[in-house]
């Protein structure tokens, strides 16, 4: 090993995701980083496809993840991994050749025990993509979402993207294993852990990647469903990790409905006249944005599409809690 870099471990949670996982491997493998003083462990969740076998192929140490869920992954990644420092990410990213040495310095400051930094849509990404990212934009401007593109210099921060994060073993030895009872959301839960300890977490813009967004509907409704149910879970543990408007777009959907319903019966022409104008901005806000019209039309797709995920996986959990995350 380099005695000049410390060891790292860099520990992917997969299911069925061969095709990414060679693009995600290939660019971590071309990292300006020695590769004696790197390992990568992808915590396969029981494949039904080629991933296990493209991730020894690439000289990946492969561990089985039981529960084929991403805190599960993590869990079991980390007991196998030896890395002074620890990074977690997913299938669907590439990075920037300089990320994990970027990330150095900002561990010498004193009590820093994560760093993570902006996570960018790749250039080749398909419109849907483009129409989700600007959901992810407006979520970072309410503070909603930790996957963000605007960071200037570094600063503190509460949580860190959970594909974008690089942590001090010691840090982690105290918080993981993580409960295995979060759907989605473990990250939060592990960060909010991890400030409880006394350490600090850093956001760096020299320390970003970037990340795939989901390429269709039925993906991103499967996973905003899911982020849903993760949020009430870690909600539900403390409430301060639930932003009141993670409750209002819960009940955005059945709101809707009321309102669709009693205007359908009471006063349909005003109904009318209030889609259009919030269609019309909608429609106007994706496109001074992107300059795309084919974006701006997925961008009406994918609001509609988030709203119903949320409030659907919203409502779930709290009449129907989850009882076993095992294989969802």
Same mark, same amino acid.
């Given at each position: 090993m380099n005695?000049? %870099?410390p060891f790292v471990s860099i520990i992917i949670p997969v299911k069925n995701e061969a095709e990414i996982l060679k693009r995600c491997l290939t660019s971590l493998f071309n990292l300006d980083y020695?590769?004696?003083s790197l390992e990568i462990i992808v915590a396969d969740g029981n494949s039904s496809d080629e991933t296990p076998t493209v991730a020894e192929d690439f000289g990946a140490k492969v561990v089985f993840n039981e529960k084929e869920v991403v805190v599960s992954g993590r869990n079991v990644g980390f007991k196998a991994s030896r890395g002074d420092l620890v990074a977690f990410t997913d299938a669907d990213c590439t990075f920037d050749s300089s990320w994990l040495k970027n990330s150095l310095k900002y561990f010498e400051i004193p009590g820093v025990g994560g760093v993570g930094g902006p996570t960018f849509l790749p250039k080749e990404s398909s419109d849907f993509e483009k129409a989700v990212d600007l959901i992810f934009l407006l979520a970072e401007n309410f503070s909603l979402t930790v996957h963000r593109k605007k960071v200037l210099s570094f600063r503190e921060v509460n949580?860190?993207?959970?594909?974008n994060a690089i942590y001090k073993r010691e840090a982690l030895e105290k918080v993981i294993p993580v409960e295995e009872i979060f759907l989605t959301a473990e990250d939060v839960w592990m960060n909010y852990r991890i400030r409880q300890f006394g350490f600090k977490l850093i956001m760096a813009e020299d320390v970003y990647l970037w990340h795939h967004r989901r390429s269709n509907p039925k993906r991103f409704l499967r996973q905003v469903y899911r982020f849903s149910i993760g949020r009430v879970q870690v909600g539900m543990n403390n409430l301060r990790l639930l932003h009141p408007l993670h409750i209002l777009v819960g009940w955005s959907l059945p709101a809707f409905l009321f309102? @669709? @319903?009693y205007l359908l019966i009471k006063n349909p022409s005003v109904l009318? %006249?209030?889609?259009? =104008?919030v269609i019309i901005s909608l429609f106007l806000f994706s496109f001074l944005e992107t300059k795309s019209m084919k974006v701006s039309l997925n961008f009406l797709l994918a609001i509609f599409i988030f709203i119903i995920g949320w409030s659907l996986g919203f409502w779930r959990q709290i009449i129907f809690p989850l009882k076993? =995350?095992?294989g969802k």
């Open positions: 005695p000049a %870099y020695p590769q004696d949580d860190l993207p959970g594909c309102v @669709f @319903f009318i %006249y209030l889609l259009v =104008i076993e =995350i095992r």
